[in-house]
């Protein structure tokens, strides 16, 4: 049995798409904020059994506030809180520094111009002691050695080629054992031979296109359990096999501004092997 993991969220009173940072925001397309609230309980009553949901309180100036995965990376209870690229969602920042402060998390020291946007961009590997971390459209490079000297752990980046693909959690996703949800087509091709080279064969599962732009890789994986917003029945059935239960919540007015299941959470007590 896994351990119950903590996961923050935060309610989607103020969530809408008012400006456009990624291309899947439209500002003449915005969510229904009623079929919006219902998905977002429906996402809590789905996670509620499996893990403890802490919430975060929204802000009027921050309708991306609901996407706490880019609160910051949380590792091993101290956390670097991120450093948005936009200023649009910079307001976050000092929202999410006073919540982790108040919840007892350790921050970390940070280059001040090193544009980091937490677990949206960095992921702990659960088959073996690394981080992943994307670049290329939000992050910057360099966070790359600033969590390595943080955390004392290697860090593998990979460079984001597909402006749809702009979080690494929009593309690639550890679960349990090491087995990994990734879209090669959102990575360059060296960054795909490294994913290839890191991770074998029998631990990878490539996705296709129609279940990457769907969000599939953008899911939390707790346990055997897989929580996404949509699965084509073949994805289902990879994942049945290697003993994964997929469990679909729907989070179609999300998806407006470009984000999904997992952009919705963040793990505070992510497994580290
Ligand atoms: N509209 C938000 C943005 O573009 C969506 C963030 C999604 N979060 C994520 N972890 N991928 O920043």
């Known amino acids: 049995m896994t351990q119950r993991n903590r996961l923050l969220m935060c309610p989607p009173h103020h969530f809408t798409v008012r400006y456009e940072i990624n291309p899947w925001m439209n500002v003449q397309r915005k969510p229904d904020a009623v079929a919006a609230h219902d998905q977002w309980q429906q996402l809590v009553a789905n996670l509620e059994p499996i893990a403890d949901i802490v919430l975060c309180e929204p802000a009027l100036d921050a309708p991306d506030i609901v996407f706490t995965a880019n609160a910051g990376f949380v590792f091993d209870g101290r956390v670097v809180v991120s450093r948005f690229r936009h200023p649009e ?32 961009d960095c992921l702990v590997d659960r088959g073996e002691r690394r981080l992943w971390l994307g670049h290329g459209l939000r992050s910057d490079p360099r966070a790359g050695a600033a969590l390595e000297a943080a955390f004392d752990v290697p860090v593998h980046t990979l460079t984001l080629v597909d402006p749809r693909y702009y979080h690494l959690d929009t593309c690639f996703c550890p679960l349990a054992d090491g087995y990994t949800l990734f879209y090669p087509a959102a990575f360059s091709a060296e960054s795909q031979m490294l994913i290839r080279s890191l991770i074998p064969a029998s631990k990878r599962i490539e996705v296709s296109d129609s279940d ?16 996404m917003n949509r699965s084509s029945k073949a994805l289902r ?4 096999k290697l003993g994964f239960k997929v469990l679909e919540s ?3 007015e999300f998806l407006r501004a470009g ?7 963040l793990n505070l007590d992510d497994p580290i092997v």
């Open 212 to 227: 990457a732009q769907a969000f599939a890789c953008n899911a939390v994986g707790l346990g055997e359990h897989v929580f």
């Open 89 to 120: 969602r910079q307001t976050e920042e000092p929202h999410f520094a006073d919540w982790f402060e108040d919840a007892g998390f350790a921050l970390v020291d940070w280059p001040e111009d090193v544009r980091f946007e937490g677990a949206g």
């Open 250 to 252: 729907p989070v179609t």
């Open 237 to 240: 059935s990879t994942l049945g």
């Open 259 to 265: 984000g999904a299941v997992k952009c919705l959470s």
